[in-house]
């Protein structure tokens, strides 16, 4: 897998709360994830996957990584992208 390009849009924090940005990425420049949400925890930012509201009211993901090193490869070059883009929006 080869992510091609990220794309971050920095969102409002004080109207979005703990959300920071949203992320696009393309993959081998032939499939593209949006809605990525960049998000503001308790132990620093991480990324939450583009999800769904399932009818018991739990969220289900609709486009997740398979293994736990493909989320942290993601995950660390989202937060990469995400931090040169809010050095530019200073």
Request: charged share 30%; proline share 2%; aromatic share 4%.
């Amino acid at each position: 897998m080869n992510v091609t390009d990220v794309r971050i849009r920095m969102v409002d924090k004080e109207k979005e709360g703990k959300l920071r940005a949203v992320a696009s990425i393309t993959i081998d420049d032939c499939f593209v994830i949006h809605d990525i949400k960049i998000i503001e925890g308790d132990h620093g930012l991480f990324i939450a996957m583009p999800s769904r509201k399932a009818q018991d009211g739990t969220y289900k993901d609709i486009a997740h990584p398979i293994n736990s090193s493909t989320r942290t490869e993601l995950q660390e070059l989202i937060l990469k992208r995400y931090e040169a883009a809010a050095q530019e929006s200073v």
